[in-house]
């Protein structure tokens, strides 16, 4: 699983991509502090950087210049409201990869993560279940297993949030008629093709737990 250090100073926004790109499969920390990248990366090696430029105490551009120095060969991508070309162009010769301009839609980055960085067998493997995050493709014990897009879509929330519980609401918007109820067939449904221990959370939602 690719693992993403995300620098964004606006916790909301940041909070907001931190979710969009667990639901597409990423593992996500975040830092809303120049110093914090420093931290983190002490502690673990990362896929991808994804930088905002006017953070607190270090901006986003001596945040990876400093990286860079020490040897860090981890890609960039920067996302920043700064248009001028000087700040796009010290972006690029600090060692970024990419550079989006605020505002943007996620699904803008998503793609761009995908065409540059995406390993094409990247997978998730959960006991006999392997789900190819590419094809969005599961199998179990090999076998091809077809479930629908609803139970797909289901599938993919719950697979990429292990040990996280999905807010039902989340859940339901996957369904042509969102109702309690059909989100609970379809839950039994995936529940028996895939026989897979899926968790009601009363009032909140469903998890998967690791194993």
Not at 114 to 138: F, G, P, R
């Amino acid at each position: 699983m690719m693992k993403i250090l995300l620098l964004e100073d606006d916790k909301i926004l940041c909070a907001s991509l931190k979710d969009f790109l667990e639901l597409e499969g990423y593992s996500v920390d975040t830092a809303h502090r120049g110093p914090e990248v420093f931290d983190l990366t002490f502690e673990k090696n990362y896929d991808l950087y994804i930088l905002d430029v006017n953070v607190p105490d270090i901006d986003g551009f001596d945040v990876l210049s400093s990286l860079k120095e020490a040897g860090d060969e981890t890609p960039a991508i920067y996302i920043t409201a700064l248009t001028d070309i000087n700040s796009i162009s010290k972006g690029f010769e600090i060692g970024a990869e990419d550079y989006i301009k605020k505002p943007f839609d996620p699904e803008e980055l998503i793609v761009r993560i995908k065409s540059k960085y995406n390993q094409k067998d990247m997978a998730i493997h959960y006991d006999e279940i392997s789900y190819d995050l590419a094809s969005k493709t599961v199998k179990k014990a090999s076998e091809l297993i077809s479930l629908g897009e609803v139970q797909l879509n289901i599938f993919h929330a719950l697979i990429t949030q292990q040990d996280k519980v999905v807010d039902s609401f989340i859940l339901m918007d996957f369904l042509e008629q969102p109702n309690a109820n059909a989100l609970r067939v379809n839950i039994a449904k995936l529940k028996n093709k895939l026989d897979i221990n899926i968790r009601n959370i009363r009032g909140q939602g469903y998890m998967i737990e690791s194993i």
